[in-house]
C-alpha cells in the first residue's frame, strides 16, 4: 500500500492551476470591460459639455445688438472667441 499517489497529487495541483488561471483571465477581461465603459461614459460626458458651452456661447453672442450686422465668418469668430473664454474658465476650476 502507497503511502502517496503522485499521479492523482499531481493531476489535482494542476487543474486548480488552470482553474486559477482561467479565473484570473476571466477577471482581468471584466477589468477590461469596465475600464472601456467607463472611458465611453467620460468621452460622452465630455462631449455633452462641449455640446452644452457651445449652445451657451452662441446664446451670448445673439443677445449683442450688433450680431445681425455682422457677417457670417465675423459671427462664427465671436461664437468661438467666447466658446474658448467659457472652456478655459471650466478647465481652470479645481473641483
Avoid: T
Avoid at 6 to 29: C, G, I
Avoid at 45 to 71: G, N
Wanted: negative net charge; aromatic residues 12%; contains cysteine.
Amino acid at each position: 500500500m502507497s503511502r502517496f499517489n503522485f499521479d492523482s497529487d499531481y493531476d489535482d495541483d494542476e487543474e486548480k492551476r488552470e482553474q486559477d488561471e482561467e479565473n484570473l483571465a476571466d477577471d482581468l477581461f471584466l477589468k477590461d470591460q469596465i475600464i472601456s465603459v467607463q472611458q465611453e461614459n467620460n468621452d460622452i460626458l465630455k462631449m455633452e459639455v462641449e455640446e452644452k458651452l457651445l449652445e451657451i456661447a452662441i446664446a451670448v453672442c445673439q443677445k449683442s445688438w450688433f450680431w445681425s450686422f455682422r457677417s457670417v465668418a465675423s459671427k462664427m469668430r465671436s461664437i468661438k472667441r467666447v466658446y474658448k473664454q467659457f472652456r478655459n474658465l471650466l478647465l481652470e476650476q479645481k473641483f
